[in-house]
C-alpha cells in the first residue's frame, strides 16, 4: 500500500513564523496535494504538484507556497504564519491509470498563537 | 468547474439502524466520484469510488453507494449501523484524466451514532 508521512501531527508556531510542513510519500507518485481542512468547509485545495518542480495553485494558495525539490517529498510553507492559518494540512498523493486513487497522510493540526 | 454538495452537516442514527448519506455533484459529463471517511484526529480513509460500469458500488465496511446520472447524485448507504461508524463521511469528486486535475471535496457529514 502507499504510504504517505507528514512529519508532524502537532505544530504550535507564533504569529510571523516560517513554517515549514513535510510530506513525503514512498510510491514514486507524480501527483501531490496539499489540503486545508476547516470545520464546515470540508477540504480545500492550497496547492498541487504533478512533477519535480512544478507546482500548481489550488483555490486558497494566498499566503502559502510550496517546494517538490524531489519526488517523494512535497513541502507546504507559510512565508508568515498568521492566526488564521490555524487549521489541519492534509497531503496526498496520487496513482493515474487503472488504479487511479488518492492517499491521504495522517494530518497536520497547526496552531498559530 | 466541479463542485460537490453534502446538504447534511449532522446525523444521527441509532446502532443497528440503516444509514443514507446524500452526496450531489455538479459536473458537464460523468466524474470520479469517492467517499472518505474521517475518524477524530485521523487523515481520511477511501470507502469506495466509482469511475464507470455499474452504478452500484461496493467498498470496505459494508458500505455502498449508487451514482445515479440523472439525479447527479452519489449517495453512500449502510444497511446496518455500527458505533464504530460514527464519524465525519466526504464525499469527492474529481475529473477523470491525469495532470493537474484535482479532488474537490464536500464540507462533510458529522455521523452520531446512538447506542
Known amino acids: 500500500d502507499v504510504k504517505v508521512t507528514q512529519s508532524s501531527r502537532y505544530l504550535v508556531k507564533r504569529t510571523g513564523e516560517k513554517v515549514f510542513l513535510e510530506c513525503v510519500q514512498d510510491m514514486d507518485h507524480e501527483n501531490m496535494f496539499w489540503y486545508r481542512q476547516d470545520p464546515g468547509l470540508g477540504l480545500r485545495l492550497i496547492y498541487f504538484?504533478?512533477?519535480?518542480?512544478?507546482?500548481e495553485k489550488g483555490d486558497i494558495p494566498e499566503g502559502y507556497s510550496v517546494s517538490r525539490e524531489k519526488k517523494e517529498r512535497f513541502s507546504l510553507i507559510l512565508e508568515s504564519a498568521s492566526t488564521n492559518q490555524t487549521s489541519m494540512y492534509l497531503c496526498?498523493?496520487?496513482?493515474?491509470?487503472?488504479?487511479?486513487?488518492?492517499?491521504f497522510g495522517s494530518g497536520t493540526r497547526l496552531t498559530v498563537v | 468547474a466541479q463542485s460537490v454538495t453534502q446538504p447534511d452537516i449532522h446525523i444521527t442514527v441509532s446502532e443497528g439502524a440503516s444509514l443514507e448519506l446524500r452526496c450531489n455533484y455538479s459536473?458537464?459529463?460523468?466524474?470520479?466520484l469517492f467517499w472518505y471517511v474521517q475518524s477524530p484526529g485521523q487523515g481520511l480513509q477511501l470507502l469506495l469510488k466509482?469511475?464507470?460500469?455499474?452504478?452500484l458500488v461496493q467498498g470496505i465496511k459494508g458500505f455502498e453507494a449508487e451514482f445515479k446520472r440523472s439525479q447527479s447524485s452519489f449517495n453512500l448507504r449502510k444497511p446496518s449501523v455500527h458505533w464504530s461508524d460514527a464519524a465525519e463521511y466526504f464525499c469527492?469528486?474529481?475529473?477523470?484524466?491525469?495532470?493537474?486535475?484535482?479532488?474537490?471535496f464536500g464540507t462533510g457529514t458529522q455521523l452520531k451514532v446512538e447506542l
Open positions: 496526498a498523493s496520487r496513482v493515474t491509470g487503472p488504479h487511479y486513487g488518492y492517499t
Open positions: 459536473y458537464g459529463a460523468t466524474p470520479y
Open positions: 504538484s504533478y512533477d519535480v518542480k512544478m507546482k
Open positions: 469527492a469528486v474529481g475529473v477523470p484524466g491525469g495532470g493537474g486535475n484535482k479532488l474537490t
Open positions: 466509482y469511475f464507470s460500469g455499474d452504478t
